[in-house]
């Protein structure tokens, strides 16, 4: 019998660019048993979800295990998508860890309230982002 092992899966939502490119190269770096996928807005982050448009198949669209979530991005933003993750009982249960450079207490107590599991700020250098990655992998996705 052949049993398939599925890697993880971490889903990312940012509209920058070379944000997720870094995201990816230093996850890559920490060597996580994963697959890292990531969409442009919080629009795309939906139509992910929910299998809409391009992202109607599941092998190439698995649901996510993680989504890491910019709140500050064009169409539909965090706060926004966020909450229409955590008021659908079919996405609920997806983890979701807020990833954005605002550091406002106000912030950090609005996404707790509306139920993301971690608040991580965006740091400056690749090495400390490489450190949160890291920790993040192994308290969420090792």
Known sequence: MN?????????????????????????????????????EDGEELMDYL??????CDPARSPR???????LNMPRKNGW??????KLDTYLREIPVVILTVSREFEDIYRSHNLGAEAYLTKPISPGSFEKMLKELGALSIA
């Open 50 to 55: 929910y299998r809409r448009h391009r992202f």
């Open 3 to 39: 049993i398939r092992v599925q890697r993880p899966t971490i889903l990312m939502a940012d509209d920058d660019e070379d944000d997720r490119m870094l995201t990816q190269i230093v996850l890559k770096k920490c060597r996580l048993a994963h697959q890292f996928l990531s969409v």
């Open 80 to 85: 926004e998508a966020l909450c229409e993750i």
């Open 64 to 70: 996510p295990d993680l989504v890491l979530l910019d």
